[in-house]
């Protein structure tokens, strides 16, 4: 899959996709299908997406935060997009230029003579342009006008419930990763670089990888069961761990991170590209009296994660 920020200077033979065209945060079974609508028509497969999230651009402008939200990261996305079969992501800058632009303007300037798509999927809650003044029936008319087809796909229910980001966040911030992953349509994913910790789990015996989660919404704080892909380096492949999400209130007040022990696994993977999947919730963060306490719970966390796997 390739992948183009600038719409302004698209190579030829990127240009005349059929595209799918949101956010795509979490890429869940709602998002999948309006890709499938932009599949097989006769054209490459493309996704356009924006970066950063308009939300994170519209808070800074206003000078406020958010508490991080987002399912995935840049990178995640492209992986699961590439998985998905797509040929071309376009990441389009999020900025004040096209955050001001008229839904018209968007779609006469970067769709039809920027892209040049051929077709464009979207979803029917799908809004666009300055203040949001473009919606999906809009998005048809124009295309009509500047030269490109049209789908709207349905909302996607899952179970009775709509297939969304949020009820996503919802299900993980309540540790029910399993229900997530029924609307996703896959396990919900951590995707970063190894960094260096503080060694505790190895002087344990349980050595870790250690990953950031810094932007990203949390799941609820507490021990997986985690099946985990080394992306890059000499250990690439798939494994099964334990892994702790949260503060190690043990150690006195630390920034979340993402702790994975991975069974039987010996290797340096620091500086590798992983991702890892949230199969199950075992059970919430606790502090023990003692070092002795906390690496007897961690056996038995590892003994039930082996059995849940």
């Not at 590439?82 to 040929?87: I, Q, S, Y």
């Not at 919606?135 to 490109?148: C, E, I, K, S």
């Not at 340096?268 to 306490?293: N, Q, T």
Request: proline share 5%.
């Amino acid at each position: 899959m390739e992948r183009y920020s600038d719409w302004k200077s698209l190579p030829k033979p990127a240009r005349g996709a059929s595209v799918a065209m949101g956010n795509f945060d979490g890429l869940h079974l709602g998002h999948q299908s309006v890709i499938d609508q932009a599949r097989d028509r006769n054209a490459p497969l493309g996704v356009i997406s924006f970066e950063p999230h308009p939300r994170e651009f519209f808070a800074a402008r206003a000078g406020k935060t958010v508490a991080p939200f987002r399912l995935m990261n840049p990178e995640a996305r492209a992986n699961r997009l590439a998985k998905l079969g797509v040929d071309y992501l376009y990441e389009l800058p999020f900025n004040a230029e096209l955050a001001d632009q008229t839904a018209e303007a968007f779609a006469r300037d970067v769709l039809a003579a920027g892209l040049g798509v051929s077709h464009v999927a979207v979803g029917g809650d799908f809004r666009f342009g300055k203040g949001r003044e473009g919606y999906a029936a809009m998005l048809v008319d124009l295309g009509q006008r500047y030269g490109f087809d049209v789908t709207i796909a349905p909302l996607l229910h899952v179970d009775g419930v709509e297939a969304s980001s949020t009820a996503i966040r919802t299900a993980l911030a309540e540790g029910r990763p399993q229900e997530a992953a029924a609307m996703l349509g896959h396990f919900h994913r951590i995707e970063g670089a190894v960094l260096h910790g503080e060694k505790r789990g190895r002087e344990l015996g349980y050595p870790t990888a250690n990953m950031s989660v810094a932007g990203l919404h949390l799941p609820k704080l507490g021990v997986y069961a985690v099946k985990l892909d080394v992306l890059s380096g000499p250990h690439q492949g798939g494994y099964h761990g334990a892994a702790s999400l949260g503060v190690r209130p043990m150690f006195g007040q630390n920034t979340p991170n993402l702790e994975t022990y991975i069974f039987d696994f010996k290797g340096d993977l620091y500086g590798e590209h992983i991702s890892v999947a949230l199969v199950d919730y075992l059970r919430p963060e606790m502090k023990f009296d003692s070092l002795e306490g906390l690496v007897a719970q961690m056996a038995l966390d590892c003994e039930r994660a082996r059995a849940v796997l």
